[in-house]
């Protein structure tokens, strides 16, 4: 059974930085692409970032783009994602997941992911 654990989150000022890990285990981490995304109180869950098999390419929501890395080492089965120049509007839950879809293109949509983290909390505050 699949399993993927957040960590990283917290409380920061506006303009800091944060890094969320995302530890998966239960099938070959390598041979997915995996995602990131948020939901603030009030707001449906929105993509935040995603990232390929390989690590190869990635890609980005507008909101966070130049501002937020995602990355993987497939050694340790772990998906990052670094946030950087945080801002009020970026605070919500972060999870990650892992696609349905062997070798998929990284995608946008949540029903292209099948196993969820339970979230991490981020708040950054003005």
């Known amino acids: 059974q699949v399993q993927l654990v957040e960590s990283g989150g917290g409380l920061v000022q506006a303009g800091g930085s944060l890094r969320l890990s995302c530890a998966a285990s239960?099938?070959?981490?390598?041979?997915?692409?995996m995602g990131w995304f948020r939901q603030a109180p009030g707001k449906e869950r929105e993509f935040v970032a995603a990232i390929t098999d390989s690590g190869g390419i990635t890609y980005y929501a507008d909101s966070v783009k130049g501002r937020f890395t995602i990355s993987r080492d497939n050694a340790k089965n772990t998906v990052y994602l670094q946030m950087n120049s945080l801002k009020p509007e970026d605070t919500a839950v972060y999870y990650c997941?892992?696609?349905?879809?062997?070798?998929?293109?990284?995608?946008?949509?949540?029903?292209?992911?099948?196993?969820w983290g339970q979230g991490t909390q981020v708040t950054v505050s003005s």
């Open positions: 239960g099938r070959t981490f390598s041979r997915y692409s």
């Open positions: 997941a892992q696609s349905q879809w062997i070798a998929g293109i990284p995608s946008r949509q949540l029903n292209d992911y099948d196993y």
